[in-house]
């Protein structure tokens, strides 16, 4: 993948976790899940081969830089906010999805 910039601390660690470079781009390019950690800090997930990849990235350039990776036994299950049930997180990604609307129904180009 071209717009990834591979590492030699991520050489190491995905040679030692038996974790294939094909793995980690196919993880970046199409992850089941990702986690924003601050700043250009992402950490990307992807089930594949009976484990869940692990990767964590700056995504502030181009290359993105891949700054690590590692493997989980099974598949991913996201973390869910403590307390919120279907409705309160039905009620929530509703109301981002219409303030992201009205942000740019308001700061589109004239």
């Not at 199409?30 to 992402?42: I, Q, S, T, V, W």
């Not at 690590?68 to 999805?97: C, M, Y």
């Amino acid at each position: 993948m071209s717009h990834i910039a591979h590492t030699h601390h991520l050489e190491e660690r995905s040679a030692q976790r038996s974790i294939h470079p094909a793995e980690v781009d196919q993880t970046l390019k199409f992850p089941d899940h990702r986690e924003h950690l601050g700043g250009p800090k992402y950490k990307f997930f992807k089930y594949l081969n009976g484990r869940t990849i692990v990767v964590i990235a700056n995504t502030a350039t181009k290359p993105w830089v891949v700054l690590t990776t590692w493997s989980k036994p099974g598949s991913f299950q996201p973390r869910k906010r403590p307390g919120w049930n279907t409705v309160d997180r039905f009620v929530w990604e509703t109301l981002k999805g219409i303030v992201r609307f009205l942000y740019h129904l308001f700061h589109r180009s004239h």
